[in-house]
T-cell receptor
Framework: DTAVSQTPKYLVTQMGNDKSIKCEQN?????MYWYKQDSKKFLKIMFS???????INETVPNRFSPKSPDKAHLNLHINSLELGDSAVYFC?????????????FGPGTRLTVT | QKEVEQNSGPLSVPEGAIASLNCTYS??????FFWYRQYSGKSPELIMF????GDKEDGRFTAQLNKASQYVSLLIRDSQPSDSATYLC????????????FGQGTRLTINP
């Protein structure tokens, strides 16, 4: 019974292609996130959705588009992939709002653009 | 100045000793502070959170928060080789914000 799951785990593709990463959480959480972790292990937020509504949209190229069909799912679509997009992408979720902010991460998707 | 700063290490500690990991943050209005552990090739795992000044203990782990000095630390007592990982400090920079900002992480190695 995985809490936050992502597919695929590994994704190898060529420059210029379009790809999607899917995320699902079965924790009943209201808020979901996408993070990017680069080769130096720096973890940076990209997007956040609360009950299907976009609430955080960091400075991310327009080629990245999140979609949340329902509060248990948050997908990430990337158009025209570039070499610099190679990284590990983590989905995370948390419940509610307020001072507590314990986030739970999925296993990650390692994207390699060649 | 980075919003959340950690010494990237590596930090080497002998088995059984106390490992001390430090983190500073830039926004004095920050309210919530978290420590995540990340093993190589794995996802970050929440191990401690602290909201009030002082110490918070959970097993071998103690989180310490000093809001006046904008400083949060993690102590690991009786360090074990299985504690070898990268430790990420994360902060919500101001109350009500939804965004968790991470430091660059400290790589900890426990030597048997």
């Amino acid at each position: 019974d995985t809490a936050v799951s992502q597919t695929p785990k590994y994704l190898v593709t060529q420059m210029g292609n379009d790809k999607s990463i899917k995320c699902e959480q079965n924790l009943g959480h209201d808020t979901m996130y996408w993070y990017k972790q680069d080769s130096k292990k720096f973890l940076k937020i990209m997007f956040s959705y609360n009950n299907k509504e976009l609430i955080i949209n960091e400075t991310v190229p327009n080629r990245f588009s999140p979609k949340s069909p329902d509060k248990a799912h948050l997908n990430l679509h990337i158009n025209s992939l570039e070499l610099g997009d190679s990284a590990v992408y983590f989905c995370a979720s948390r419940t509610g709002t307020g001072i507590g902010h314990e986030q739970y991460f999925g296993p990650g998707t390692r994207l390699t653009v060649t | 100045q980075k919003e959340v700063e950690q010494n990237s290490g590596p930090l080497s500690v002998p088995e059984g000793a106390i490992a001390s990991l430090n983190c500073t943050y830039s926004d004095r209005g920050s309210q919530s502070f978290f420590w995540y552990r990340q093993y190589s090739g794995k996802s970050p795992e929440l191990i401690m959170f602290i909201y009030s000044n002082g110490d918070k203990e959970d097993g071998r782990f103690t989180a310490q928060l000093n809001k006046a000095s904008q400083y949060v630390s993690l102590l690991i007592r009786d360090s074990q080789p299985s504690d070898s990982a990268t430790y990420l400090c994360a902060v919500i920079l101001r109350q009500g914000a939804q965004k968790l900002v991470f430091g660059q992480g400290t790589r900890l190695t426990i030597n048997p």
